[in-house]
C-alpha cells in the first residue's frame, strides 16, 4: 500500500475533519459491520495520540494509542485496530500496526505494549510479536484475549 500517507497526532493536533473520519471509520466498522453495540466515545480518545493512513482523502486505517495508566496500570495499548474493507487483504494491517509500533514506542518510550485482540486474529498479532496472556474473555460479546509483545 504505497500510496497511504501515515501520520501519528495527539487529540488536540487532530483537525475537525481527521477526528469525524475516525469516528465515522470506527462506526461503520465496529458497530455497523460488527453490529457490535458499545460506547465507542469512552473518554480515552484525549488521552492518546492517534496513527492515521490516508488513501487521498479518505482515512482507511486507524489506530489509537494509549500511554500506560489508561487501559493498562503497566502497559502502554494500541487498541481501535480498524482498516476500511476497501483496503483489506492488502497488506494495510501489518503496516498499519508496525507503524503503531513505532509510534508507540517513539510517543510513550514504551518497552512493552499490552492489547485487547480479537481471538480470531491471535495468529495475525503473534506474527507482530505479540504473545497471548491469561484466558480468553468477551468483551462487547466478542471473544478477546490480552497480548503484550
Known sequence: MDNITWTCKAFEELTLKELYDTMVLRQEVFTVEQDCAYLDADGKDPLGHHV?????TDLVAYTRLL???????????IGRVVTSQS?????????LM???IHYI????DAKAIKISAQTYLLR???GLGFEPVGEEYLEDGIPHVAMIR
Open 52 to 56: 492515521l493512513g490516508y488513501r487521498g
Open 124 to 126: 495475525f498479532y503473534k
Open 87 to 95: 483496503v483489506r487483504r492488502t497488506g494495510i494491517g501489518i503496516t
Open 98 to 100: 508496525q507503524k503503531s
Open 105 to 108: 514506542q517513539k510517543v510513550f
Open 67 to 77: 500511554p500506560k495508566g489508561i487501559s493498562y496500570e503497566h502497559y502502554p495499548s
